[in-house]
């Protein structure tokens, strides 16, 4: 507005001045006077020009203006457009980025939990192997002892001698230890006969024992259920697999155990036994 009111007063003292010189031509060159042309006339006469002027140019001016405020309408839409669908693809690049990292994260969480459970589960694997192989060797072991426990003596694979065919039995009592320890290893008393026997509070047996053909020479045999559990009588007849362990005499021990007081002081021939058979 201040612009549009420049521009006619300016066009206004232009007019003016046209007109006033126009007028002091005529009039000194043409000797032409306009006397009706005063200055009021003359001012009026430039302002409407002016305003003639100005309203044409505005109009030219408005109709140049809209098409600059189209194009530069246009280019600001496009501009907005342009950071509009640029700050889309930014808003929408960076939602693709945070989804696409928390899959990344949510799938690095699986793969950690996968791993993690087949981890636990190789070790519980281990675990349970090794006390299922624990339990399998205690049940082995175990069973091995109950066969080692139950199973029957085998005979000892030795290859025993008969004693009466190394010894006298009649004067074996009055060798000396070291004839008997020397002859005396690995030998079988076979079908002795029981003279007497005992068992003490330890339930070991004390048993004396002689050869059918020589009924005063004693053997004395001391031992436990380990080696026999079943009954021995006055009528049984004994087979012992062993050594011979020196020389001795039925003793308070013996006596105490249930063999008779009259054996009291007897020589006799002591037996380390390795098997025992009893035929009743």
């Given at each position: 507005?201040?612009?549009?009111?420049?521009?006619?007063?300016?066009l206004?003292?232009?007019?003016?001045?046209?007109?006033?010189?126009?007028?002091?031509?005529?009039?000194?060159?043409?000797?032409?006077?306009?006397p009706?042309?005063s200055?009021?006339?003359?001012?009026?006469?430039?302002?409407?020009s002016?305003?003639?002027?100005?309203?044409l140019?505005?109009?030219?001016?408005?109709?140049?203006?809209?098409?600059?405020?189209?194009?530069?309408?246009?280019?600001?839409?496009?501009?907005?457009?342009?950071?509009?669908?640029?700050?889309?693809?930014s808003?929408?690049?960076?939602?693709?980025?945070k989804?696409?990292?928390?899959?990344?994260?949510?799938?690095?969480?699986?793969?950690?939990?996968?791993?993690?459970?087949?981890?636990?589960?190789s070790?519980?694997?281990?675990?349970?192997?090794?006390?299922?192989?624990?339990?399998?060797?205690?049940?082995?072991?175990?069973?091995?002892?109950?066969?080692?426990?139950t199973?029957?003596?085998?005979?000892?694979?030795?290859?025993?001698?008969?004693?009466?065919?190394?010894?006298?039995?009649?004067?074996?009592?009055?060798l000396?230890?070291?004839?008997?320890?020397?002859?005396?290893?690995?030998?079988?008393l076979?079908?002795?006969?029981?003279?007497?026997?005992?068992?003490?509070?330890?339930?070991?047996?004390?048993?004396?024992i002689?050869?059918?053909?020589a009924?005063?020479?004693?053997?004395?045999?001391?031992?436990?259920?380990d080696?026999?559990?079943g009954?021995i009588?006055?009528?049984?007849?004994?087979?012992?697999?062993?050594?011979l362990?020196?020389?001795s005499?039925?003793?308070?021990?013996q006596?105490?155990?249930?063999?008779?007081?009259?054996y009291?002081?007897k020589?006799?021939?002591?037996?380390?036994?390795?098997?025992?058979?009893?035929?009743n």
């Amino acid at each position: 507005m201040i612009y549009d009111i420049s521009v006619i007063t300016m066009l206004t003292l232009f007019l003016f001045s046209f007109v006033v010189l126009i007028r002091w031509i005529l009039k000194k060159f043409f000797k032409i006077n306009i006397p009706n042309l005063s200055r009021i006339r003359i001012v009026v006469v430039s302002l409407l020009s002016g305003l003639l002027i100005v309203g044409l140019g505005y109009q030219f001016r408005t109709s140049a203006q809209k098409r600059m405020d189209e194009q530069s309408e246009s280019k600001a839409a496009i501009e907005s457009s342009k950071k509009a669908r640029a700050k889309s693809e930014s808003k929408a690049a960076i939602e693709s980025s945070k989804k696409a990292r928390a899959k990344s994260e949510s799938k690095a969480a699986i793969e950690s939990s996968k791993k993690a459970r087949a981890k636990s589960e190789s070790k519980a694997a281990i675990e349970s192997s090794k006390k299922a192989r624990a339990k399998s060797e205690s049940k082995a072991t175990i069973e091995s002892s109950k066969k080692a426990k139950t199973k029957k003596p085998k005979q000892p694979k030795q290859q025993y001698k008969n004693i009466e065919t190394i010894f006298n039995m009649h004067s074996i009592k009055y060798l000396s230890n070291r004839r008997i320890f020397a002859k005396g290893a690995g030998v079988v008393l076979r079908n002795f006969k029981v003279i007497d026997f005992g068992a003490d509070k330890m339930k070991q047996y004390h048993v004396l024992i002689a050869p059918k053909n020589a009924s005063h020479t004693y053997f004395l045999l001391v031992f436990g259920d380990d080696l026999y559990k079943g009954r021995i009588t006055y009528d049984s007849r004994i087979t012992v697999f062993g050594s011979l362990n020196g020389k001795s005499r039925i003793n308070d021990s013996q006596i105490n155990s249930g063999i008779a007081q009259r054996y009291a002081g007897k020589r006799v021939i002591l037996v380390l036994i390795d098997k025992i058979q009893v035929k009743n």
